[in-house]
Every structure is written in structure tokens, then in C-alpha cells.
């Protein structure tokens, strides 16, 4: 009789009690965790404050430690540069590889695909940067640079020389990296898509690519939005495979072959050898700047694929 | 008529396309590992996995102590990251339909896009310049507090399967809440959570940014917490960046060691969920 009345979240002995409340704590250290790296990062950044102003911080393009200069524009330029281009190659192929899987592959063939994409999500960072540096940029050097610079070597992108490390190997590996994030996202996305909004394009006469892309599409625009500021997101903050291609020189160069640095790349390089108070400072700041980044993308990417598995939950 | 072959032979390219996306994904996959079994598999021996690290130029040697450094970073990890993100993850399934569960699923999603250095600098702020020194512990404290929003979404997903009429049933004969849940649904999602966590293990084994400087390196065996300690991706990303022919060697081989480590604790995660879920779910 008791136990119908108790509903579940109005525990009624002293074990329920104690139970919900230990839960409680253990999901509260999630927010504490955040809390942790907001202080941390913080407290590591207060050197700088009230000597370097915020916006000169972010302007400035002259980054020498020794010199107590510190200007991040070279490492945020580096870091958008390298994640645009992944995001160009890698959104395409991610969206016709979830078309492929959820409305044209036969059953048998999915498992197998995503368990192929999952591994790809599986390689650790480093093992993808030495791949990077020891065949990718040779590659990148001996035939695709040089055929690039003849095709459309009349844009400033593809023009100076062709030594292989930089923002195109960096983009290029990115793009490999963040594709099971964005292809993944994706094709959770289209699962979402009522059948019924499939069945009546077919049944007026749609052929299947017709109706992919008259009916399952701008559904899922939302959804695939989301799935690329996650791409984004992992894009932005990757660390170790970027480090070992792009060729870390702290300068904004227009050219796709130009070296460059990025956020990550230049905390991982110096961190460890900074010596004075200030450069551990900057390095902290950039890692706040990226911090915030990434948080504000994943937070906006999450609420939009929430936003549409909401709205199609109503639905179907 | 023309226009129904022209709609038609539009339908026939696009799913050549899109089947040919599929196709352009898995390369790079497959030139990766062959290459890495391939030029990995050349270097392997049984002084890899027990010896030092030897100077340029003198044969032998191997990573023993990078990989003992690499499970006892792991170890403390989980010593942290483990109680945190499977207790998150058990909040989240037991009493996380209210506002503040959503908030704290919100902010782990959130936060398991954070990336890895920045997490490497917060365990450096915590651990490194309290101890003035690079240690084993600070790595640790760097993976644990990666692994655990990652950790409380996939332990919260898995323990969600366990069926409703489970629960109900214990409840039906008067067991209290909290045994229900320890002892019915906890236990029987036990599979579902040992999943949970040999996926973080994998994904934290194969981290290196942010042991960069928390952990730093050691060229020799270190137990120490409070040391300095090598670890496999550290070492591979050194013996990368050198300009020695036979350090590279040396990289290709730990990366294959490397992969074969996490892809181990891979497959058994895959094999667990499979075989350890309630029939009903399978």
C-alpha cells in the first residue's frame, strides 16, 4: 500500500532518503567539474590582467614571450583557417555517407559502417599526426600542391612555396578527424525524420533522391546544422595532429600552403617550457579563449539536435 | 517521358554519390591502419615492451616504461574520473528528468566538447603548481576530469536499458527504492556500465595534450606519483617530431602497440554491451 503511494522522487525511508541525496551529490560533481575548470583556468590568467587590455590581447599579432608580447591573432586565425577548411571538406562527405546509410543502404550494410566509423573516431590524436607528418605531407608536397598550384594558381590560396607542413595538412587531417563526429550527428539527425513525410514524397511520384531532398532534408536542416558546429567544435580544439603538420610559425599568411599555429598547437608546444609568470598567463588566456569557444559552440550545437528530436518526438 | 529519364538518371548519380561519399570516408581508415600494422609491425619485439628507451643510434631498447606509464596514468585516472562520471551517469538515469538532471546532462554534453589541452591546463593549475613539480598524480587528476561528462552520458544511456517492468516489479513487492535500484537495476545494468567505462579507459590511453604538462615525460620506470612519468603517446610524439630515421621506426611501432591497446579495450566494450544487457534489449 506504502509502496504505491511513494512516488519516485518523494523518497520515504531513511535508506531512500540517503540514496537520493547521495545521487543528488553525485550528479552535482558534474557541475562542479565545470565550476573547477572555469576557477582554474581563471586563476591562471590573473598575471595578465590589468597589463595586457583584453581587445589587445585578441588584436594583437606580435607573439613573442621574450619580449613580453603577447598577440593571439596569429594562433585564432590559424585555428578558423584550419577548421573552416575541415569543416568544407569533411560536410559533404559526412552528409552523403548519413544519406547513403539511413535511406539508401541495404540493412546488412549499416552495422558494418558504423562500426568503421566508430573506429575512425577510436585512432588517438597522435597516431593521426604521425600518419600526417610522414605520408600526408609528402603527399601534399610532391602531387596535390603542385597540381593545385597549376590549376588555380592565379588565387593568392594557392600560391608560394610547396613544402607540405600547413594549413592545408592541417585542414585535410582535421577534416579525417572530425568526420565520424559530424557523419554520426547526421545520420542520429535523419533517424529522427518522420517516415511518413518520406512516404507521402514517394507516393505523389518522387523519385528516392527527390524525396530526400524535398522532404527528409529541410527537416533535418536544424539537426545537421548542429551536427556541424559539433564538427566545429572538435575542429577547433584538436591539439596534437595539428601541432605535428601545420608547421607552427606565428604568422597570418593568406596562402592554403603557407605554415601557421594554432590555439592549441602553440599551448602545447610552450606550455611546458614557460618559464615566466606572464607567458604561463597568455598561454592560460589563449586556452580561456578557447575554452570559450568551445563552449559556446557545443552549447548552441546541442540545443539545436535537442530542438529537433523535441519537435519530431511531437510529431511521430 | 525525357523529363521522367532526366529525374530518374538524377536519382541513379545521387545515390552513386552518396554511396561514393561513403567510400572516400573509409579510405584514409584503411591506408592508416595498414600503414601502421606495416611500418609498426617491422619494430616489434619483446625488448619493445620490457626495455628503456636507448639513445639515437644504439640498437634495442623499447617504450617498457611508457606503457606501464600509460596504465598507471590510467589507473589514477580512473581513481578519479570513475567514482565522478558512472556516479553522474547513475544520477542521470535514476532521478534525471527534473530540471536540475537536464541542466547537469546539458552541462556534461557541454563540457565533453571542452578540449583536451585546456583540460590539461586546469589539472596543471590544480596539481602542478601547488606540487611546483610535473607529476604522475597531475596527469592522473588531467584524464580523470576528461573522462567524466563522456562517462556519465554513456553510463546514463546504458543503465536507461534496463526495462521499466524490472524496476516496477521490485517495486510491486514492497523493496524501497534504494534497494531497487542497487540491487535490481544497477546490477543488472552492470554490463551496460563496465561498457561505459573501458570506452573511457580507451579514450583517455590514447590522450597526449594534456599530458604534455601535467605528466611530462621520464626516460626511465617511474611508480612515484608525485614524478614525472612517460607515457606511450607522449613517446610517440617525441620519437615523431625528431629527426632520426630509427626513432621514427620506434613511433610507427608504438603507435601499432598504441592502437592495439585501445582497439582491444574497444572490441571488449563492443563484446560486453552485446552479451551483458537484459535479453529483452538485445
Redesign the interface.
Same mark, same amino acid.
Do not use: D
Given at each position: 500500500m506504502d509502496a504505491l503511494s511513494a512516488s519516485p522522487h518523494r523518497p520515504r525511508n531513511l535508506g531512500d532518503r540517503l540514496w537520493g541525496a547521495g545521487l543528488v551529490a553525485l550528479g552535482g560533481a558534474v557541475a562542479v567539474v565545470a565550476g573547477v575548470i572555469v576557477l582554474a583556468l581563471g586563476r591562471l590568467t590573473t598575471p595578465l590582467v590589468g597589463r595586457v587590455h583584453l581587445l589587445e590581447f585578441i588584436k594583437g599579432q606580435d607573439w613573442d614571450p621574450v619580449a613580453s608580447s603577447f598577440g593571439a591573432l596569429p594562433f585564432i586565425y590559424g585555428t578558423l583557417v584550419t577548421s573552416l577548411l575541415a569543416i568544407a571538406v569533411a560536410l559533404p562527405i559526412s552528409v552523403g555517407l548519413a544519406i547513403f546509410m539511413v535511406e539508401i543502404a541495404p540493412g546488412r550494410l549499416r552495422p558494418v559502417v558504423s562500426f568503421l566509423i566508430e573506429t575512425l573516431a577510436a585512432i588517438p590524436s597522435v597516431v593521426y599526426g604521425l600518419w600526417g607528418l610522414f605520408v600526408l605531407v609528402p603527399w601534399l608536397r610532391e602531387s596535390v600542391e603542385p597540381a593545385l598550384a597549376g590549376a588555380f594558381g592565379f588565387l593568392p590560396l594557392f600560391q608560394g612555396p610547396q613544402i607540405g607542413l600547413g594549413f592545408l595538412a592541417a585542414g585535410l587531417i582535421l577534416a579525417v578527424m572530425i568526420l565520424p563526429t559530424i557523419a554520426s550527428v547526421t545520420i542520429e539527425v535523419l533517424k529522427t525524420v518522420p517516415v511518413t513525410l518520406r512516404e507521402a514524397a514517394l507516393v505523389l511520384g518522387a523519385t528516392r533522391w527527390e524525396a530526400i531532398r524535398l522532404a527528409v532534408l529541410p527537416h533535418a536542416r536544424a539537426g545537421m546544422l548542429g551536427a556541424t558546429l559539433l564538427g566545429l567544435g572538435r575542429a577547433l580544439g584538436e591539439t596534437m595532429a595539428v601541432t605535428m603538420v601545420i608547421g607552427n610559425t606565428p604568422e597570418i599568411r593568406t596562402s592554403l600552403f603557407a605554415t601557421g599555429y594554432t590555439l592549441p598547437a602553440v599551448i602545447a608546444n610552450e606550455f611546458a617550457e614557460a618559464t615566466s609568470g606572464e607567458h604561463v598567463a597568455a598561454l592560460a588566456g589563449l586556452a580561456l579563449v578557447l575554452f570559450g569557444l568551445s563552449i559556446l559552440l557545443n552549447a548552441v550545437a546541442r540545443l539545436l539536435v535537442q530542438a529537433v528530436k523535441a519537435a519530431t518526438g511531437s510529431v511521430g | 517521358m525525357k523529363l521522367l529519364a532526366r529525374?530518374?538518371a538524377?536519382?541513379a548519380a545521387? +545515390?552513386v554519390? +552518396?554511396?561514393?561519399?561513403?567510400v572516400? #570516408?573509409?579510405v584514409?581508415?584503411a &591506408? &592508416?591502419l595498414w600503414?601502421?600494422v606495416s611500418k609498426g609491425a617491422a619494430g616489434l619485439s619483446w625488448t619493445f615492451f620490457t626495455h628503456l628507451p636507448t639513445p639515437v643510434g644504439e640498437p634495442g631498447g623499447g617504450v617498457g616504461n611508457a606503457l606501464l606509464g600509460t596504465l598507471y596514468l590510467v589507473g589514477l585516472a580512473c581513481l578519479v574520473g570513475l567514482?565522478?562520471g558512472v556516479?553522474?551517469g547513475? /544520477? &542521470?538515469a535514476?532521478?534525471?528528468d527534473?530540471r /536540475?538532471?537536464s #541542466?547537469?546532462r %546539458? +552541462?556534461?554534453?557541454? &563540457?565533453?566538447?571542452?578540449?583536451?589541452?585546456?583540460?590539461g591546463?586546469?589539472a596543471?593549475?590544480?596539481v602542478v603548481?601547488p606540487m611546483r613539480r %610535473?607529476s604522475a598524480l597531475a596527469g592522473g587528476v588531467a584524464l580523470g576530469?576528461l573522462m567524466?561528462?563522456t562517462l #556519465?552520458r554513456t553510463t546514463e544511456e546504458l543503465v536507461r536499458l534496463v526495462p521499466g517492468s524490472l524496476r516496477e516489479a521490485s517495486?510491486?513487492l514492497?523493496v524501497?527504492?534504494?534497494?531497487t535500484?542497487?540491487r535490481i537495476v544497477l546490477r543488472t545494468a552492470l554490463g551496460g556500465i563496465v561498457t561505459a567505462v573501458l570506452l573511457a579507459i580507451?579514450?583517455a590511453?590514447?590522450?597526449? #595534450?594534456p599530458l604534455? /604538462?601535467t605528466a611530462?615525460n621520464n626516460q626511465y620506470w617511474n611508480f612515484a606519483p608525485d614524478q614525472p612519468t612517460a607515457s606511450l +603517446?607522449v613517446q610517440?610524439?617525441n620519437y615523431?617530431?625528431s629527426p632520426y630515421a630509427d626513432w621514427?621506426q620506434k613511433?610507427?611501432t608504438a603507435?601499432l602497440v598504441?592502437?592495439l591497446l585501445?582497439?582491444a579495450l574497444?572490441l571488449t566494450a563492443r563484446f560486453l554491451t552485446r552479451s551483458g544487457l537484459p535479453r529483452e534489449q538485445r
Open positions: - | 529525374r530518374r538524377v536519382n545521387m +545515390t554519390v +552518396t554511396g561514393l561519399a561513403v572516400v #570516408a573509409l584514409p581508415l &591506408l &592508416l600503414l601502421v567514482p565522478l556516479g553522474a547513475v /544520477f &542521470l535514476e532521478r534525471g527534473g /536540475f538532471g #541542466a547537469i %546539458f +552541462t556534461a554534453e557541454v &563540457l565533453s566538447g571542452v578540449p583536451s589541452i585546456v583540460v591546463i586546469v596543471y593549475g590544480l603548481v %610535473f576530469l567524466v561528462p #556519465a517495486l510491486a514492497g524501497p527504492q534504494w534497494k535500484s542497487l580507451a579514450r590511453a590514447g590522450e597526449t #595534450a604534455l /604538462f611530462l +603517446t610517440i610524439y615523431a617530431i621514427h613511433a610507427w603507435a598504441l592502437l585501445v582497439g574497444n
